[in-house]
């Protein structure tokens, strides 16, 4: 893997210099991750749910996270037959920033990465009695 220069959003370029990925100890990572879904109307459109009338929030639970190139293993006491996946862009949040105006936003964001989204269809939407938590966090 190698290093990318520039920005997200333009001018993104390869390096010749090698990424330094590494694998984080478990100890050290975020016991939880909040999730809104079908936030963006356009997604929601495109996968042709209803828009919802309020967010649809979950949580990833720690077991979610995983490194890179490590396998992705479904479980078989929740068997699905739907599991599915989404690229997603990851924001790591470096420090707290509980109750900070939003102009402070950016100063708590350590860095940005990419993120496998596993997701169990059939335990999100059909047996998860309304909730994403147990289909999302398989």
């Known amino acids: 893997m190698i290093e990318l220069a520039g920005s997200l959003f333009s001018q993104l370029k390869p390096t010749n210099r090698p990424a330094d990925v590494r694998e984080t100890p478990r100890a ?5 991750d909040s999730r809104i879904g079908l936030n963006y109307r356009r997604h929601a459109e495109e996968t042709k749910a209803k828009v919802p009338e309020f967010p649809v929030l ?14 992705i293993f479904i479980p078989t006491h929740l068997a699905s037959e739907e599991v599915d996946y989404e690229c997603e862009l990851a924001v790591v949040i470096g420090r707290s920033c509980k109750k900070r105006v939003p102009q402070e936003r950016l100063d708590f964001v350590l860095g940005y990465t990419c993120a496998n989204d596993v997701s169990a269809r059939d335990w999100q939407k059909k ?4 909730q994403w938590s147990r289909g999302k966090s398989l």
């Not at 050290?28 to 939880?32: E, F, K």
């Not at 047996?127 to 309304?130: A, E, L, M, P, Q």
């Open 28 to 32: 050290s990572r975020a016991v939880s």
């Open 127 to 130: 047996r998860g009695g309304g």
């Open 58 to 71: 979950f949580i990833k639970g720690l077991n979610t996270l995983q490194n890179p190139g490590d396998p």
